[in-house]
């Protein structure tokens, strides 16, 4: 790790640890902005990593991106950071302002039309729509795709959530946008592609902690005279699990580390898969190791395993990526997919 990535990731550990506690993560179950975390975020500079000096960033890389984000998922950081980190990123990738404020980014654009410099149409699932300045999106225009970027005064907001109780609201656009050309690479699923990236980097830090916070519940629980920890059992139920969540953890830090090379494609998808076979096994055994207490919304466990449930699926679920894998390995044949993992792994030491 460079020596810029440890500095930050003492930073963001720091930050994080220090205000998402667990009275501010039950506020915002209810709805609450955390306005004070986010603008600590934003004053630390961390809501633009991917952006040059220039544009208010420091050029960090998508490795920085990863440190940022696993910190966040690590403590269950209330706030649409990736969204933000993601959305200026398509900005500039563009040649667009990046604007201030809370940004978001729009999953689906399939019911969405832009003409000119109006937008129409509608998409469900946006993540913080109620909360965002600007929603950021990859479409269809007339001139091909493009990226958009409407602001709050163009679109409304229907609120709705996911089983975190983070906001994933409907949105309905009508209003001014303005446009830009991304890079000839961009499709419409580009947006997937990342989306799937930042959310394996979350679910890696969600992952540890939850195994971490497991262990030590077995080192401090006694049963029959002695930690549940030494039963074997648990042992083996919480090696599986640390096998996984490692695998997890390895895979989304290459892909980001891909993504500093190039379409992060094969190894996002890998990512998203390892990340969400992990989140099923681990959510599982932590729960089951923790017994009725796991269960409780008085224990802090739920507010990490509810977050990997709705990550799991969201930007396409390990299912999906599965099979595109699948598929692009049948079309390329059987000859070449040893060739092409060794050339990829080689690429990115």
């Not at 699926?313 to 040893?338: C, N, Q, V, Y």
Request: charged letters at 20%; hydrophobic letters at 45%; proline letters at 4%.
């Amino acid at each position: 790790m460079s020596e810029l990535r440890e500095i930050l990731g003492e930073t963001v550990t720091r930050l994080f640890a220090d205000r998402c506690t667990k009275d501010l993560l039950e506020k915002c179950d209810e709805g609450v902005w955390p306005a004070e975390l986010w603008a600590v975020v934003e004053e630390n500079g961390l809501t633009r990593p991917l952006l040059t000096e220039d544009k208010g960033g420091v050029d960090a890389g998508w490795q920085a991106v990863y440190v940022i984000l696993y910190a966040a998922g690590r403590f269950a950081a209330p706030i649409p950071l990736a969204e933000t980190i993601l959305a200026g990123w398509l900005l500039d990738q563009a040649g667009m302002e990046i604007p201030d404020g809370v940004l978001s980014i729009v999953p689906n654009s399939e019911d969405i039309s832009v003409s000119g410099e109006m937008i129409s149409g509608g998409a469900i699932n946006v993540p913080w729509a109620r909360q965002a300045d600007y929603l950021v999106g990859i479409c269809r225009g007339d001139g091909g795709i493009l990226v958009f970027c409407a602001p709050s005064t163009s679109f409304k907001a229907n609120a709705d959530h996911n089983i975190a109780r983070e906001p994933r609201d409907e949105v309905f656009f009508d209003g001014n946008v303005v446009k830009g050309t991304p890079p000839g690479e961009f499709t419409v699923e580009t947006i997937q592609l990342y989306g799937a990236l930042v959310r394996a980097g979350q679910m890696a830090g969600a992952l540890e902690r939850i195994v971490e916070d497991t262990l030590q519940y077995t080192a401090d629980r006694t049963q029959f005279g002695k930690p549940i920890g030494k039963f074997q059992v648990i042992q083996q139920n919480l090696a599986m699990t640390a096998a996984e969540v490692a695998a997890a953890v390895m895979a989304a830090q290459n892909a980001f580390r891909a993504a500093e090379r190039g379409l992060p494609d094969f190894e996002t998808a890998c990512a998203k898969v390892l990340a969400g076979e992990a989140a099923g096994m681990a959510t599982d055994v932590c729960h089951e190791t923790h017994g009725a207490i796991g269960f409780t919304y008085e224990h802090h466990l739920h507010f990490f395993t509810r977050r990997l449930w709705s990550w799991r699926g969201e930007f396409g679920a390990e299912t999906e990526w599965a099979e595109r894998l699948g598929k692009r390995a049948a079309a390329r044949g059987a000859d070449a997919l040893w060739p092409d993992i060794t050339t990829r792994q080689s690429a990115n030491p």
